[in-house]
């Protein structure tokens, strides 16, 4: 695409990252799953926000957002982000999201122990002649 060749790709997602048009801001996440450094995923923590936050809005980019992020989590600084975001949204209405954060701090949290999730996993017990 032209606007991309003419643009340092980080640079315009950074500055496409805070447009208000879901137009825009779909086309914001498709450059970022085209690649963006881990510094620059990190710094778009308030758009991913934004994102998150509309509700059957802008549904593909979230979509997106959620996939690319769980693409990302074996990586601390991304587990960490992506853990703050499913804090703040897995208390969604929408229940598939909600099903969807709860399953990323899930991932995450076995990865990470240390990082703080509202989550805590408890290992399986066997448990003999319990009847």
């Known amino acids: 695409m032209v606007i991309e060749k003419s643009f340092n790709q980080e640079e315009l997602v950074y500055k496409l990252s ?36 509309s509700i059957n809005k802008n549904r593909l980019a979230k979509d997106l957002i959620i996939n690319f992020l ?28 909600r099903e969807n954060f709860i399953e990323v701090m899930y991932e995450i949290k076995s990865r990470f122990s240390d990082i703080d999730l509202p989550i805590q996993i408890i290992q399986d017990v066997e448990v003999k002649n319990a009847i």
């Not at 308030?46 to 994102?51: D, E, L, S």
């Open 18 to 53: 805070q447009h208000p048009s879901r137009l825009i801001q779909k086309f914001t996440v498709e450059l970022i799953t085209k690649g963006v450094s881990s510094e620059e995923i990190i710094k778009l923590e308030r758009f991913f926000n934004t994102i998150l936050l």
């Open 70 to 97: 769980n693409s990302k989590i074996e990586q601390r600084e991304i587990a960490h982000l992506f853990g703050e975001l499913a804090k703040k949204h897995y208390k969604t209405v929408v229940k598939s999201d």
